[in-house]
């Protein structure tokens, strides 16, 4: 894997490593950029893409914002994903939080704000 920052290889790395503690996952770093991108279990399948503290911080706010939409059971996640698909035209592939850029978190953002306010 490549950072998307400065093309530099990603250093492979367990969580034990990264963290200092094991959390049962690997993760990508590029230490120059501060990005990184952890990985599905202990497999080298990435969870998203690289993500710098600036991303990462968009990313958190996204979360934010949408996973009370589903923890609330409001509605299932699997519907919740799919709603946030459809009301921002993404494939599949692409609704995931951890695939999105800046832009993309901020639209998230408003998204569910205006749903929460029309939903209570």
């Known amino acids: ?47 998203g893409t690289m993500a710098n503290a600036e991303l990462r911080r968009y990313r958190n706010q996204a979360h934010a914002a949408f996973d009370p939409i589903w923890k609330s059971k409001s509605m299932h996640r699997t519907a919740a994903y799919r709603w946030m698909q459809k009301v921002m035209d993404l494939t599949p592939q692409e609704a995931h939080i951890g695939m999105f850029d800046v832009p993309k978190c901020i639209k998230l953002v408003e998204i569910c704000s205006r749903y929460r306010s029309h939903s209570s």
Request: with cysteine.
């Open 1 to 47: 894997m490549e950072c998307p920052y400065c093309g530099s290889p990603a250093v492979f790395m367990t969580h034990k490593e990264f963290y200092g503690r094991d959390y049962g996952g690997n993760v990508y770093v590029c230490r120059p950029c501060d990005a990184y991108v952890g990985t599905h279990g202990r497999s080298k399948a990435p969870l």
